[in-house]
């Protein structure tokens, strides 16, 4: 029993240990569906639901070639483009610290570009529609070019994420459904932990007759 608790305990803190290395991962990249399944968004960017932003704008619909409702996306969604505002940043900061964040990429094009910020606006990480998804082309209605992303972050990343800023320099950028995962509580970590020692005394427990009987 001493082993399976030492077995488990270290198995925790070494999940622990491996996030002290900064950095911002693309960890989830599923085509999408129609209508919209993905993870319950904390934000849809219908009214009464969007975030506090600087720059882009809050569309509906699709605009001739100026920007495209996401597939599978309903309502309102969040676009950057030049006819919107070339560059739009989210605001994050009441959140803390933040684990992942994940949303509706809306056909994906090359000259798109997501970037995470700190409080002082530096950057922390890019990536670009190449990153997405090759070739980025903007194609409105495959489900590879407007898939659900998610970005994990670990280390001092996770403290000092705060903006997520957008930018395109042909139209368009959107983007629906923005999932802000923050970090599990300590008292999450000790259920966790304790559910980890439940399941080990249980599988411990079914062994003993087998052994007994194999006596």
């Known amino acids: 029993m001493k082993r399976l608790l030492f077995g488990v305990v270290g198995a925790v803190a070494l999940a622990l240990g491996s996030a002290a290395n900064a950095g911002i991962t693309l960890t989830g990249n599923v085509p999408g569906v129609s209508p919209y399944s993905g993870p319950a968004p904390t934000y849809t960017f219908d009214p009464g639901s969007r975030p506090t932003v600087t720059g882009g704008a809050f569309v509906t619909g699709t605009n001739g070639i100026l920007y495209a409702q996401p597939f599978g996306s309903s309502g309102y969604y969040y676009a950057v ?53 090759n070739p980025a082309n903007g194609n409105r209605t495959d489900p590879n070019t407007n898939p659900i992303v998610t970005f994990s972050l670990t280390g001092s990343d996770v403290s000092n994420f705060s903006y997520l800023r957008l930018s395109s320099t042909s139209n368009a950028f959107e983007i629906d459904d923005l999932l802000v995962g923050p970090v599990p509580e300590p008292a999450s970590w000790a259920l966790m932990l304790l559910g980890f020692c439940g399941i080990g005394i249980a599988l411990r427990r079914k062994r003993i007759p087998c052994l007994t009987q194999i006596a």
């Open 81 to 133: 483009g030049p006819s919107t505002g070339s560059t739009g940043t989210i605001d994050l900061t009441g959140f803390g610290d933040i684990s992942s964040i994940s949303f509706l990429w809306g056909s994906v094009d090359s000259y798109n570009t997501l970037q995470f910020l700190d409080a002082s606006m530096n950057v922390l990480a890019t990536f670009t529609g190449i990153d997405i998804f």
